[in-house]
């Protein structure tokens, strides 16, 4: 069987509604609060937005590389499969890895990915909750257009597959993996897993806050691994006391969530006053902060 684009979309839409459908049964979308603009809207329209990005990128990235490397289509064709692959998938993570490590350090690429961790809730819908330009820094779709131009089209949609896969199974509010992680018989195969690739567990972590929650680290996408080697993982096994950003930061409306810098909130003088009054209470530098219950402070990025 080849593995083309519709046998990815089948892995990744059916993963979705297998989740989502237990999302409903538990009662995840019952939540108050969860049905506004502010939380499921932006989501939803940040998902409209990663779609029309992926295929802006593909487009451009496929007629400049036809364009400036004619001679170049196709090159990796007859390259051994498997190696390619595993190769393949390690650059795009070690860079998903740093793109997102970075977007906790550095406020301009903190304002990108900030929505991310808006949410009050972690679910299924907010998996590709992000400002528009994130979806161009990540590296998935131009390294995926190189791919393809290259002659191994398989191996980018086996990719594509996994990491929508990935995405649902990580940031869903069914936590699949807690029954494994305290089962006698499996609980030593979850240690090696959750030290390789990103589990509930661990990425809820990245979004909680509170004493599970640790938003300077757990940035591995799909692979858990460099996190692992970096020693910015943390294994909390435990459910988070809360999701979100401390109180007193920031949440900028559904609009320029989506779409800054096009769009940006204007506020009277007085109001710009009280805002950064605010954040000044939560940190008295220029970056955000998160207090834990054992009191511990972290670093979240720019407000």
């Known amino acids: 069987m080849t593995f083309d684009n519709t046998v990815a979309m089948s892995f990744v839409i059916g993963a979705f509604f297998l ?8 009662g995840e979308y019952k939540k108050k609060g969860l049905w506004t603009m502010g939380e499921l809207g932006v989501s939803v329209l940040s998902f409209i937005n990663f779609l029309g990005v992926r295929v802006v990128l593909l487009a451009v990235i496929s007629f400049l590389l036809l364009t400036l490397f004619p001679n170049g289509a196709g090159f990796m064709a007859d390259w051994p499969v498997v190696p390619l692959f595993i190769g393949y998938l390690l650059v795009e993570e070690y860079i998903h890895y740093w793109v997102h490590r970075f977007a906790h350090e550095f406020p301009l690429l903190w304002r990108f990915h900030k929505p991310h961790h808006a949410p009050e809730f972690v679910n299924l819908t907010i998996s590709y909750r992000e400002n528009w330009l994130w979806f161009f820094l990540i590296p998935n779709a131009w390294l995926g257009s190189i791919m393809v131009w290259g002659g191994q089209m398989e191996i ?15 940031h869903t509010s069914i936590r699949w993996d807690a029954p494994l992680q305290k089962n006698p018989i499996t609980r030593p195969f979850m240690w090696v897993l959750e030290r390789v690739v990103t589990l509930p567990d661990t990425h809820h972590v990245h979004h909680g806050v509170g004493k599970y929650g640790n938003a300077m680290g757990n940035y591995g996408s799909f692979l858990f691994l460099f996190d692992t080697l970096h020693g910015t993982g943390t294994f909390p096994h435990a459910k988070q006391e809360g999701y979100g950003l401390p109180d007193g930061v920031k949440i900028e409306p559904w609009y320029e969530q989506l779409w800054w810098p096009f769009f940006k909130t204007k506020k009277a003088p007085g109001q710009i006053a009280a805002s950064v009054a605010s954040e000044q209470q939560v940190s008295q530098s220029s970056v955000t902060s998160i207090t834990t219950k054992d009191g511990r402070r972290i670093i979240v990025g720019a407000a």
């Open 156 to 170: 980018a949609m086996i990719a594509v597959a996994i990491k929508g896969v990935s995405e649902w199974l990580v």
């Open 19 to 26: 989740l989502f459908t237990a999302e409903v049964l538990v």
